[in-house]
């Protein structure tokens, strides 16, 4: 027998995680002499119930696995509903617990209670989850676990919330808890007949043929796959910024990044009118993926599309042929394909070999000089090729949403999958700051970096305190630009009050930094970027460095804003 409290750390441990993240509080109090008893799950306090949502989503981005967070109900809870949403846009598995009123105490008045007597907060988690339910007592605690974990890990993955009553919590269980996650490890289920006919279609209808590999290529863990069955047969590659890194952007056969950020090579290759074929692979068809989409509009490509959310193929998709099914399950058909797919493949591997080198000829990306502009204040993009040079390739990195978030997707290269790690659907501000210490959680032998801005840290720069108090090591670049850069890009065209409303004074980040306990520098010229992220990096210790950036600065977003400006809406 154990305490409901026990049961549920346990079974965390038992499914393979190794942190919790979390913010204590009177609802969740009988977890905390529980977790003293369970030494493997290392508790990491956030300074807000949303940063600890954005840990775990960071944690199982990083890990493969997925990540959980621990709060109160009600205001605890309500503080965490950006988090959740984001992770369920991007497609990523994190429990939610949060702790609730007793039973006979619902709708009597007490402080906090938010259970379905009040404010019913496990319904308003419902929209942003795959499933939220509440723990009425301990006899079916193991049942609504198993069953929250479930709902989590099959596809297509989101979060899923329990609410916790007392009763459940203090309960004495007598459930042996059976892990879940295993059962999922393996799955990749695939429409036998729809991948045997998109097979004969790139037979029959090539030799050109591209990839568009999504985040379905990291979720199905089949990135090494991927390039396996490019190589065999000279495919080119072009990923989503969602799922940047899952195909080594220095390969050969690299695209790069087709749709927000994206790169020349990329769309030459999947808008041209010389392209037969396009190999959709764990990916929706949503505005930024698809260059607002043209994609849809002016590729004449026959287009494959294959996926396990049901709902991404019918309401976002038009392609030619669609193939229910996982990226891992049919590339592994693919890989064995028989003699007559496999001949007609490789017949044109030469042809699709000429075909990518005449357009890998051309520029990669725009504005390239701007990756070493020598002048004040600095360029992004300046400060985003300085960093790479001093990264390490399997290092990870954390790109917020603002304006850096183009000139990141743009000019950073990255080499393996889950080393570039964004929130690309929703978007929150301020989401990669916390993000980050889950994912150093989650990779502690991996250098982790951060690219934010200043109106990101004003969101939750408070949670670099989370990474020193912990000693992570964690690089959080700041490019410091005075302004809500993407907004002020756009408002400041439009007269004097909309540009003040998008500027923010210029503070001192790196004083920030040290007030709470990681260390902090300051970047005025382009010239010290490089010694900067050096002496960061060797620290081995959480830095802020508060690069004065350039807010005047064109994001590298051409292509995407030119299918703005031609994009009408129609069915």
């Given at each position: ?15 393979g995680l ?21 030494p ?16 775990a ?38 429990l ?7 039973i ?39 049942h ?12 297509p ?18 459930a ?11 799955a ?23 990839i568009l590999?999504g985040?379905?290529?990291?979720h ?53 009118s ?21 994609l ?48 007609a493949l ?69 080499y ?10 929703l ?22 970096a ?27 670049v ?24 998008t ?12 007030a709470?306990g990681?260390?902090?520098m ?28 350039d807010?005047?600065?064109?994001t ?16």
């Amino acid at each position: 027998m154990a305490a409901g409290t026990d049961f549920i750390l346990e079974a965390l441990l038992r499914e393979g995680l190794d942190h919790l993240f979390m913010v204590p509080g009177g609802l969740v109090d009988p977890f905390l002499p529980a977790l003293a008893r369970h030494p493997g799950l290392k508790p990491i306090v956030a300074a807000h119930e949303g940063a600890a949502a954005y840990m775990a989503d960071g944690y199982a981005r990083a890990s493969g696995r997925f990540g959980a967070a621990l709060a109160i109900g009600g205001p605890g809870l309500f503080n965490m509903a950006t988090a959740v949403a984001a992770a369920k846009t991007d497609g990523s598995p994190v429990l939610v617990l949060s702790g609730e009123v007793p039973i006979d105490m619902e709708g009597l008045g007490q402080f906090q209670d938010a259970s379905q007597a009040t404010l019913d907060d496990t319904s308003v988690m419902k929209p942003l989850t795959r499933l939220s339910a509440t723990v009425a007592s301990g006899r079916n605690l193991n049942h609504w676990l198993r069953r929250a974990l479930t709902s989590m890990l099959a596809q297509p993955s989101g979060p899923a919330h329990l609410s916790l009553t007392h009763d459940a919590l203090i309960a004495e269980i007598a459930a042996d808890y059976a892990p879940v996650s295993d059962f999922f490890a393996a799955a990749a289920p695939l429409s036998a007949t729809a991948a045997e006919a998109a097979l004969t279609l790139l037979a029959e209808r090539g030799p050109r043929i591209a990839i568009l590999a999504g985040a379905g290529v990291e979720h199905a863990s089949s990135a090494a796959l991927l390039k396996t069955v490019t190589e065999r047969w000279s495919i080119p590659v072009a990923t989503t910024l969602r799922a940047k890194g899952v195909f080594p952007e220095d390969h050969d056969l690299s695209l790069g990044v087709f749709g927000y950020a994206g790169v020349r090579h990329a769309t030459a290759a999947l808008l041209g009118s010389d392209l037969d074929i396009l190999l959709i692979l764990g990916s929706g068809l949503n505005e930024r993926d698809t260059m607002h989409w043209t994609l849809r509009q002016k590729s004449r490509a026959l287009m494959i599309h294959v996926n396990t959310d049901m709902q991404e193929l019918t309401s976002q998709s038009e392609a030619g042929h669609i193939v229910p099914g996982s990226a891992r399950a049919f590339l592994e058909l693919l890989n064995r394909a028989e003699a007559e797919t496999a001949a007609a493949l490789s017949q044109g591997a030469a042809g699709r070999r000429s075909w990518i080198d005449a357009i890998k000829a051309g520029p990669r990306l725009f504005d390239v000089e701007n990756c070493s502009r020598p002048t004040r204040p600095i360029h992004p993009a300046a400060a985003v090729a300085a960093l790479r040079a001093a990264f390490p390739r399997d290092g990870v990195l954390l790109v917020d949403s603002g304006a850096h978030r183009a000139f990141a997707g743009h000019y950073w290269s990255a080499y393996e999958p889950r080393t570039y790690i964004s929130a690309t659907n929703l978007g929150p501000m301020g989401w990669a700051i916390p993000a980050a210490v889950g994912v150093q959680c989650a990779s502690p032998g991996r250098r982790v970096a951060v690219i934010t801005g200043d109106g990101c840290m004003q969101m939750h720069g408070m949670d670099v305190q989370t990474a020193a108090r912990y000693r992570l090591p964690i690089v959080f670049v700041v490019l410091n630009n005075g302004a809500l850069g993407n907004v002020w890009l756009r408002a400041h065209q439009y007269g004097p009050l909309p540009s003040e409303l998008t500027t923010i004074p210029d503070h001192d980040w790196a004083g920030f930094a040290r007030a709470l306990g990681a260390q902090g520098m300051t970047v005025e010229d382009p010239a010290d970027l490089g010694d900067a992220f050096d002496k960061a990096l060797a620290a081995n210790a959480a830095v802020v460095i508060d690069v004065k950036a350039d807010k005047d600065c064109p994001t590298p977003v051409y292509d995407f804003s030119d299918g703005a400006r031609a994009w009408s809406y129609h069915e």
